[in-house]
């Protein structure tokens, strides 16, 4: 060992000791912080598709390849870190020797070769991922940029360092050639010698560069352990648990969509008959309240802005965008953690659990980050405005984005159920609804013995329940198609096309309720468990002697089809629902129904995000209105997976829009711009959101907007009296 491998070994060791011992700590901390969060016993369920979720979304990058370049140069890049990690570690040995390899594996031609490839691979993965976080910096002039609020020097640093620690990666060959210490073949490795052929034939300048280089990753290390909330490089290895802890490993990517979780306390569900505000937990109020597996989505966000850049609340100009809020939370976390660990925090009944003394010694900082309110405005000081928490329509296109899996939804509407069911804080103008659930088992509080007076007027007869025992299906009308005016032409026509078809079907008539859906949504859970329930009771009892199979429901509404198929089961109720799309699709496929006049004019697709998105129902009403137009179906560029909202769910539908522009218009104009005459939608709700923009830009005689279901009837029975155009107000 030469005086310059004495120096380049000492400083490896030295700054590799230093930065071992803070990343010991960061990870302590981390820990510390992720299990001051609730239990959640749920999430240790079904391992094994756990792990093939984990292996499949992170080595084939499934989340991120839907972006294109941007995705296979981060999968380069991520399988260039775990590879070539082995090089640094190889620099160990190269800095006492200038000959120094890795044992056994150093010496194959193989390794040579693999780690050659993926070192160029790697190094055009940053340099394209440098480009993109550049051409797309929230301060160039002029455009909307996904990184708007995200901290950018550190994913500068983290850029830079991956750089330069490929680079010298290939520095370090070089100097092997040009000093003739180098084993692999030109065939394996024509980068490093062409690299070498260019270097001096010095012969420390192995050592050197290898200290440079473990130099460099250690300043990363060091970096990043002084930083825990830097989710742009800690993501790297959060990722990987933060995946396999998703709540529904074994479902397809967008999987932590459509049923939304029960309220818990303690890990444990709410049974609201004995549930008492001042020993169980209703919905979160502090920080610490969101279970473990949100402080480590917190923790795991990349700051990447995938999610912010779907968001429809975000891009029509409210405060909401899904990555500030997860950010916010991250950084309140760990900033109130000292006080949390230190014994603080608020009990049930609001009283300090922690004694003077055992507060004495913390720094001011934490004790008034404890200080604030997680909801609450500016002059508050709140953690999160509620105009944010008030925006989301809970249409999912940021849990859909999201590379690493957070599952901001639910985050969301539990801080919902916390200001709903304890402080009665949320749009006052939501009341009304709600006080018409609970008295009148509808949304607009329409008289429970009208449900049935869309049938008035056809010419055939529809059965109820309990007047017919061998239907097939059971007609959930929902309560837009019931008493809402537009929606109630969707009703008779699904009515109409499913006897015609002569599928046995019946409804409930008066028996049914609202699924609940707004109710959960605006995070008014009580409300929702009793219309529930009593709903469930009355489906079971429809139902009885059945099994699940036979226990069949078709629904016209995107949101009772939801709550019904993927969140009835919470409380006993296991039933198949069906879109009434899907079931359409299926009789013009099986030739039950026959199109036989094509609906002309050029027709676009709205995607429902509670049938897209949440549920994966993309084809069938595709299908549907492929049989049934003239020519094929126009897309608009935000289609599919990528939907855009209408602006209702999330019970927005009673909420006023009073920040930025209306959602519904700007989704309105998209569906323009295609030049298609007919808007066709899935959901009610998007009926009368579409329909009111439509009508806003007074574009109600050039543009229709109506349900597939009428399209369909359209082509099917092209004599019958179609109604006119479904743009009557909103009745009830
Ligand atoms: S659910 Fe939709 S509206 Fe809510 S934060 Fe996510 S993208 Fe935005
Ligand atoms: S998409 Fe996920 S990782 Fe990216 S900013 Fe949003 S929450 Fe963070």
Redesign the pocket.
Known sequence: MGSVQIVTTILAAAITAVAVWLAVRAVLKMVAVIRLGQPAPERFSDKVARARTMLVETAGHTRMLKWGVVGAAHWFVMVGFVVLSLLVLEAYFEVVTTDGGLPIIGHWAIFGLVTEIIGVLGLVGILVLMAIRLRNRPTRPGGRS?FTG?TMWQGYFVEWIVLLVLIFGFVIRGFKVATDHFEFPFWATPVSHAVGAVLPDWADGVSVAAAIKIIISMTWLIVISLNVTM?VAW?RFLAFPNIFFKREPAKPAGSGLGALRPMTSQGKPLDFEEADPEKDQFGVAHVEQFSWKGLL?FS?????????SQCPAWNTGKPLS??LL??SLRDHAYAKAPYLLAGGGKDLTGEEKATQAQLAHLDVLALAEADKPLIGTAEEGGVIDPDVLWSCTTCGA?VE??????E?VDHIVDMRRYQVLIESSFPSEAGVMLRNLENKGNPWGAPQNTREDWTKGLDFEVPRVGEVDDFEYLFWVGCAGAFEDRAKKTTRAVATLLNEAGVKFAILGEGETCSGDPARRIGNEFVFQMLAQQNVETLNEAFEGRDKAKRKIVATCPHCFNTLGNEYGQLGGEFEVVHHTQLLAHLVATGKLTPVQPVDGGVTYHDPCYLGRHNRVFAAPREVLGDAIAGDLTEMPRNSERSFCCGAGGARMWMEEKIGKRINVDRVEEAMATGAKTVAVGCPFCSTMLNDGVNGKGAGEQVEVIDVASVLLRSVKPEQPQGGKETAPVGG
């Open positions: 996904r995200s989710g993501h989505d795991t966000c990349t700051e990447c802005g995938r999610c912010q899904p990555k997860v950010l940021c984005q999201c590379p690493v899996d957070i901001h």
